[in-house]
């Protein structure tokens, strides 16, 4: 249970003009405190306990917000959803007319500075912990990762890019209709590594007369981008015709980006990123673990990995690919994937939606590979990346542990190893 609100609350807010929509947060916050409309993401101040878990995963520093408030009045869900900046911080004298107001502590105390706040609640005790897999993934890269560079353009400074390119990258008729989208940058610097992301600004306004805001996209090229020596990269972008329900739905920035010609401009912030990032230490393995759109970072490092094979000047470890999508059709790539070497990279394809054949996920592949994956756990060289739908992400940290914990490993011990060495990184939404 939650303590009672203190007469001044700090209340943890997140700034929508610098929020990218990635579900970050979300994703991460082990309470449930933090939910999101088509347009802003909010924290609930009656279920947040000052956890901290939201804030070093966020990349853009959005989620790392206060306002001190009323305790007995604190921004309602409801107010949250409607902000397009944040609220002016209350000054002392109004903090305390507020509190007066809402029936709290004496007016002076709080004038005065008297922390008023409240302690962060304990757990309950009672009961067993539900399994949390987003407290495995790891908040720092690997050792060897190249640095990144972040946040070079803003809201309001993004930059322009210009579609160099704009294909399917599945087969048509499908319904998660897939495109591999090229921007160039031209003179802008615009420096990216494997494992980062963009967002995009639609132009227009939404149903409320309001512009729309950047929506995130992983970065599906290498750091040399999609056409080497160029100032570009690409995206992978599925068309989104329905939400999570299945209603009908038109996503505002995919049917935008995937209706691009080439020549047209968009208009582009970031980079962002500091975590997600591939090892180049030599000998290292990487496994890629995703779903449909997912595949965006590890196109971008499976491609990184085959140019440095090619120029014979790195000794790179084991390739292992885990990918999911409903059925053969709907797989982004799946012709290029299957021109690489197998020699190069170990490629487990599983499909949910096959006519006639048992519904298979990446897990199970996982648990059928179990022999290898545990041998790789084993190794120190080992770093594991998960991007796709959030529903995917408990099955298969549950499979690592179980493979682990079949291999005579102690998954408390090598999960908290991942974590603490950058080996395990968990990017869903």
């Given at each position: 249970m939650n303590a009672p609100m203190p007469a001044v609350l700090k209340q943890h807010v997140i700034d929508p003009e610098i929020c990218i929509r990635c579900n970050t947060c979300e994703a991460t916050c082990p309470v449930a405190a933090i939910t999101h409309d088509d347009r802003n993401y909010v924290v609930d101040a009656a279920k947040c306990n000052f956890c901290m878990a939201c804030i070093s995963p966020c990349p853009t520093g959005s989620i790392d917000n206060w306002r001190q408030v009323p305790g007995a009045r604190p921004y309602t869900l409801d107010e949250q959803l409607l902000w397009d900046e944040l609220p002016t911080e209350l000054s002392a004298d109004a903090l305390a007319a507020a509190v007066a107001e809402a029936g709290g502590a004496d007016p002076a105390a709080v004038a005065d500075g008297a922390d008023l706040s409240a302690p962060v609640p304990a757990p309950d005790p009672s009961g067993e912990t539900p399994f949390n897999s987003a407290q495995w993934g790891a908040q720092v890269p690997p050792w060897s990762a190249a640095h990144p560079?972040?946040?070079?353009?803003?809201?309001?400074?993004?930059?322009?890019?210009t579609v160099v390119g704009n294909v399917r990258v599945n087969e048509a008729g499908t319904e998660n209709e897939t495109h591999h989208i090229v921007l160039d940058f031209g003179a802008m610097p615009f420096p990216v590594l494997e494992g980062q992301s963009i967002?995009?600004?639609p132009p227009g306004v939404d149903a409320q007369g309001k512009p729309h805001f950047a929506r995130q996209y992983s970065i599906a090229s290498p750091r040399?981008?999609?056409?080497?020596g160029y100032n570009n990269l690409s995206l992978t972008v599925k068309r989104?015709?329905?939400d999570h329900q299945g209603r009908p739905v038109k996503g505002v920035a995919s049917?935008?980006?995937c209706d691009l010609a080439v020549g047209a401009t968009v208009q582009v912030i970031g980079p962002f990123g500091s975590s997600f990032l591939m090892p180049n230490h030599p000998r290292s393995n990487i496994v890629m673990i995703c779903t449909g759109t997912g595949s965006a970072p590890m196109r971008g490092m499976t491609e990184w990995r085959r140019r440095l094979r090619q120029s014979g000047k790195f000794e790179g470890g084991k390739l292992m690919l885990f990918f999911g999508a409903r059925t053969q059709a709907e797989l982004p790539y799946f012709g290029p994937l299957m021109s690489l070497p197998k020699d190069f990279i170990d490629i487990n394809l599983a499909f949910s939606r096959t006519p006639g054949a048992p519904k298979r996920y990446v897990q199970d592949l996982m648990r059928e590979r179990a022999a290898d994956l545990a041998a790789l756990l084993k190794d120190g060289n080992t770093c594991f990346y998960v991007c796709g739908l959030k529903s995917m992400e408990e099955g298969v940290v549950l499979a690592l542990r179980d493979i682990a914990e079949g291999a005579g490993l102690h998954w408390d011990t090598v999960g908290a190893t991942l974590k603490a060495e950058g080996r395990l990184h968990l990017e869903t939404y």
């Open positions: 560079y972040t946040k070079l353009y803003g809201p309001k400074a993004p930059t322009t890019a967002a995009v600004i040399n981008g999609e056409r080497p989104v015709v329905a049917n935008y980006l």
